[in-house]
């Protein structure tokens, strides 16, 4: 590891050099360095204490491999200095350690992008993904990414699915990777308007024990899909679809009730109206209301029983 403020020649291609900038008064600066050799490794970390800083000593012909800027709240990073960094150093993995405060309610202020930003709880995680990419030579996120197109970066053996990025594709599409078994049974298909809220429940039903299958699909466009498409055939076995279903409507009780009519696979139906059971006016023994606002309780609490009845079979 550097000394702060240092830039140390690369000796060894196979060694990532990794610009690590942290406030000098942040409390988790050994901690986040200690992440980060553990998830780069073999890296070489040059720590710094603002990225203006860095700006300004760095060396012309000097470019890092990884870059983690630590955001203890939002706005802590100055947008023109976050642009001129990037413009600087186009090719470096830039990442945005969200700190506690700055995660609550994800908030980002105006600076970061969502394809840099990444809760501390998932640095890891996301620093090994891009390890792996740049080790690799596989694709990586760009700037222009959405947050469910990272998720499926950071993961994608969880989701059982891959992301085509919309600047290659006109539209990003979810596209299936394979029909593994898994060990609940269960094929979970998420699908909500925003991304952060796909995000939170994918991340529920995995971190629980659950498998998304799909995160994106949008019901009624899949119900709309010729039965022989091949891509948007469904997993073998049983599935449940978590769809955010504000605000509620004619077209969307009729593809509920369609999904449901399918297959013996249930519907979990998100909302945030102040009665849930008013959103169907009749009941369907495999439709669940679920208040939107309990969602990050509600998720995993039924994925729980599900592994259960899985685990007791």
């Known amino acids: ?8 020649a690369r000796d060894d291609e196979r060694t990532l050099d990794v610009l690590l900038v942290v406030p000098a008064d942040s409390a988790p600066a050994d901690r986040l360095s200690a992440l980060v050799l553990r998830a780069c490794a073999p890296c070489r970390i040059h720590s710094f204490r603002s990225l203006s800083e860095v700006l300004r000593v760095a060396p012309a012909r000097w470019i890092p491999d990884v870059a983690v800027v630590y955001e203890p709240f939002p706005g802590a990073t100055d947008a023109r200095t976050m642009v ?4 600087r150093w186009p090719l470096t993995r830039w990442v945005c350690a969200a700190g506690p405060w700055c995660e609550s ?5 105006t600076a970061w992008p969502p394809s840099v930003w990444c809760p501390l709880g998932r640095l890891e995680q996301r620093l090994v993904a891009e390890r ?12 222009t990414a959405e947050r469910d197109e990272v998720v499926l970066f950071e993961c994608p053996e969880a989701t059982g699915a891959r992301w085509v990025h919309r600047e290659a594709a006109g539209e990003a599409e979810p596209a299936r990777v394979g029909d593994a078994a898994q060990a609940t ?6 699908a909500a308007a925003d991304p952060a809220l796909r995000e939170l429940i994918a991340m529920s039903i995995r971190d629980t024990g659950g498998w998304v299958a799909w995160c994106g699909i949008d ?12 891509a948007r055939a469904e997993p073998a076995g049983r599935g449940i679809w978590v769809w955010d279903v504000d605000p509620w409507s004619g077209s969307r009780a009729r593809t509920a009730f369609e999904l449901a009519r399918r297959r013996a696979s249930g519907v979990w139906m998100l909302t945030g109206e102040p009665d849930p059971d008013s959103v169907i006016g009749c009941r369907f023994p495999q439709f669940e209301i679920v208040a939107k606002l309990a969602v990050a309780f509600e998720i995993p609490r039924r994925v729980r029983a599900l592994v259960g009845e899985a685990d007791a079979v």
């Open 1 to 8: 590891m550097c000394d702060s403020g240092s830039i140390a």
């Open 84 to 87: 001129a960094a990037f413009q």
């Open 105 to 109: 309610a994800m908030r980002r202020g």
């Open 132 to 143: 792996s990419a740049l080790r690799l030579g596989t694709p990586v996120v760009p700037l």
């Open 185 to 190: 049974g269960v094929s979970f298909f998420v």
């Open 219 to 230: 019901p009624e466009e899949f119900i709309a899909a010729p039965a022989a498409d091949g």
